[in-house]
């Protein structure tokens, strides 16, 4: 199994950047899926999720809320994967939600992926 890698970069001969591991290719797509709002992709007017709405809650709901959109969106658009745990680690000071997600893989092994509720990436990159 081969992929793209997200984000998407290209290698200094000008060639996409790709991974073949498993759990790096899921954790692009999880990410992939939870940096698009629902309505961006103009073919795939329900692919994406609402976090970006969850974020606009009262704040006893936000957490309720970022874990209803987060597993749903996966459910829904990547259904090999189970949703262990969703966890919303805290509110930072300039207002972005840090969350960590527990993932099982297809082959029944288990990820972790931390996301900041602005940049979506795990190490802190604007993917807009």
């Not at 992939?32 to 809650?57: C, D, H, K, Q, V």
């Not at 262990?84 to 099982?104: A, H, M, P, R, Y």
Request: overall charge negative.
């Amino acid at each position: 199994m081969k992929a793209i890698s997200f984000p998407f970069t290209l290698d200094p001969f000008g060639k996409t950047t790709s991974t073949t591991t498993q759990e790096k290719i899921y954790q692009d797509r999880v990410l992939t899926l939870l940096s698009t709002a629902i309505g961006e992709r103009p073919m795939r007017p329900t692919y994406g999720t609402n976090m970006g709405a969850a974020m606009f809650e009262n704040q006893g709901k936000v957490e309720a809320a970022i874990n209803q959109a987060v597993r749903s969106a996966i459910a829904t658009w990547i259904p090999e994967l189970t949703v262990e745990k969703v966890n919303v680690i805290g509110f930072l000071e300039d207002g972005q939600v840090s969350v960590e997600l527990n993932i099982t893989l297809p082959d029944f092994t288990t990820t972790n992926i931390q996301v900041l509720s602005t940049t979506l990436n795990p190490d802190a990159t604007t993917t807009r």
